[in-house]
């Protein structure tokens, strides 16, 4: 440890202020240095606080990452062969990637909630395009024949048409 003291000669008590002139020349410095167990103690003592400390980080660091590959494997649907991610508009078929329209993305949630049953048209065009922009009277069928295209690599998976009621994503 260092030990550090000031001696004035000419005055006992100045105390150095912003725009006080000092007196120049006047002061000693006289460094003092002790031996003291403590010092390697305390030195010890913040060592191992500091260890304590990033291990604990790290250890809260790769919680995180782990949680954030788990919500990331939980973050697809299965269809087939192929992986449905809904939150980004897309498809993936090995290391193929299709990108899907809003419409496409939202047609294709209804289908896999509900496979290998019928889903009416009213309904479907209900939950896709009501308040949410123009329905022309084919925009339906436009779409699922999209879907359709898209989907054609695996052959457990078809889109059917139910003459005069719907639609059924058959898987497989």
């Not at 998976?157 to 994503?169: A, C, D």
Request: hydrophobic letters at 40%.
């Amino acid at each position: 440890m260092m030990l550090c003291i000031v001696k004035n000669e000419s005055e006992k008590n100045i105390i150095p202020c912003i725009g006080r002139v000092l007196p120049v020349d006047c002061y000693q410095v006289e460094i003092i240095f002790t031996d003291i167990k403590t010092s390697t103690f305390n030195r010890n003592l913040l060592l191992i606080i500091v260890v304590i400390f990033l291990v604990g980080f790290w250890f809260s660091y790769t919680r995180k990452s782990v949680a954030k590959i788990e919500e990331k494997d939980t973050d697809f649907i299965s269809i087939g062969v192929f992986s449905f991610y809904p939150k980004q508009h897309k498809l993936m078929q090995k290391s193929k990637e299709i990108s899907l329209s809003k419409k496409e993305c939202e047609l294709l949630e209804i289908f896999v909630a509900n496979p290998n049953k019928i889903i009416k048209r009213e309904e479907l065009t209900k939950k896709v395009w009501e308040d949410h922009g123009v329905f022309v009277g084919r925009s339906l069928d436009t779409y699922i024949s999209k879907l359709r295209k898209k989907l054609k690599d695996d052959a457990s998976i078809q889109l059917i048409n139910v003459h005069g009621v719907g639609y059924k994503l058959e898987i497989k």
